[in-house]
């Protein structure tokens, strides 16, 4: 059976480094033979979660969009921004609003419980956003999600890409697609 992955980078900056970086790791679970579905956070404009306008108004529907997207999918690749050494408020509020019901009968985050996902981070800084993954990963555990233990972050990356979105280290080049090819292989051995 096909892996299908969803990738998404907790930005919506248009010349976003994470979202650089994803496309690498995207590129590698491909090559292994999963079906990536990539989007932009952008697309999906929410509110912030606010549990009275959950009740007055419902899910907003670009978060039913979102979550219907997890749902349909085995595995995730997020890579995300490190903001004040935590991960990006757009991620944590599109996470939110996924795991919440929208129905009495439906089971428990849903779009998380049993999937897979592996992270990756892209910074300024000179950690490349690794204290954002450890809350991430954090996060992810909680909800029902199996992260990878391998990770990867790109520090200074105003300097990290060539022109064509390619990282300048091919060592670490290789090592960001490597994550997209496990998390495709896992999740493809685990169906099978």
């Known amino acids: 059976m096909e892996p299908k992955i969803l990738a998404f980078a907790g930005s919506s900056r248009k010349e976003s480094f994470n979202k650089r970086l994803l496309a690498i790791a995207a590129l590698g679970a491909k090559e292994a033979g999963a079906k990536v579905t990539l989007i932009d956070l952008a697309d999906y404009p929410m509110p912030l979660f606010n ?26 690749i997020i890579a995300s ?3 004040n050494s935590a991960f990006s408020p757009l991620l944590k509020n599109v996470i939110d609003w996924a795991s919440r019901a929208e ?5 428990p985050l849903e ?19 690794l204290r954002g993954l450890v809350f991430l990963r954090m996060l992810l555990a909680n909800i029902g999600v199996t992260v990878l233990p391998e990770q990867q972050t790109i520090p200074q990356a105003f300097n990290a890409f060539n022109v064509d979105g390619s990282l300048i280290d091919e060592r670490k080049h290789k090592s960001v697609m490597e994550l997209g090819r ?11």
């Open 111 to 129: 779009a998380f419980q049993g999937k897979m996902a592996t992270i990756l981070a892209a910074s300024p800084g000179a950690l490349g956003g």
């Open 81 to 83: 921004p490190e903001y």
């Open 51 to 76: 549990q009275d306008l959950e009740s007055e108004e419902g899910i907003p529907e670009n978060a039913r969009k979102f979550k219907r997207l997890l749902v349909e999918h085995d595995a995730f």
């Open 103 to 107: 129905s009495e009968g439906e089971p």
């Open 182 to 192: 496990k998390l495709a292989f896992t999740v493809g051995k685990l169906s099978a």
